[in-house]
Nanobody, 121 residues
Framework: QVQLQESGPGLVKPSQTLSLTCSVS??????????WSWIRQPPGKGLEWLGV???????DYVPSLKSRTSISRDTSKNQFSLQLRSVTPEDTAVYYC?????????????WGQGTQVTVSS
C-alpha cells in the first residue's frame, strides 16, 4: 500500500518559486514502469496535470507551463519535488502528488491528500 504526502509552504509571494515535496512510502519511486506526477486544482476549476518524473529520472511537463516547471527526485529519501517559478496569483491551487502504474500518465491510482498553496503579496 503506497502512501504519498505533500509538504511545503502554504503561502508564496508573486515572482517567487513555489516548491513542494512529495514523500512516498510503501513503494520505491525507482520501481520500473511507475511514474510520479504533480497535479493541481485552482479554485472553482478542474484538475490540471503539471508534470511527471519516471523511474529513471526522465521528466515531462504540460506545454503551457514547461518553461516554469521543474520536477526532481531524491531517491535516497524516496521523495520527488516540484518547483514552479515566477508564480502569480493564478497559480493559487490545491497541489497533489500522485502515482501512475504505467506509461499512461492520466491513470493515477494513488494520490496524496493535497496541500493548499496561495500566491499572494
Amino acid at each position: 500500500q503506497v502512501q504519498l504526502q505533500e509538504s511545503g509552504p502554504g503561502l508564496v509571494k508573486p515572482s517567487q518559486t513555489l516548491s513542494l515535496t512529495c514523500s512516498v512510502s510503501g513503494d520505491s519511486i525507482t520501481t520500473s514502469y511507475y511514474a510520479w506526477s504533480w497535479i493541481r486544482q485552482p479554485p472553482g476549476k478542474g484538475l490540471e496535470w503539471l508534470g511527471v518524473i519516471g523511474p529513471g529520472g526522465n521528466t515531462d511537463y504540460v506545454p503551457s507551463l514547461k518553461s516554469r516547471t521543474s520536477i526532481s527526485r531524491d531517491t535516497s529519501k524516496n521523495q520527488f519535488s516540484l518547483q514552479l517559478r515566477s508564480v502569480t496569483p493564478e497559480d493559487t491551487a490545491v497541489y497533489y502528488c500522485a502515482k501512475s502504474p504505467g506509461s499512461d500518465y492520466e491513470v493515477l491510482d494513488y494520490w496524496g491528500q493535497g496541500t493548499q498553496v496561495t500566491v499572494s503579496s
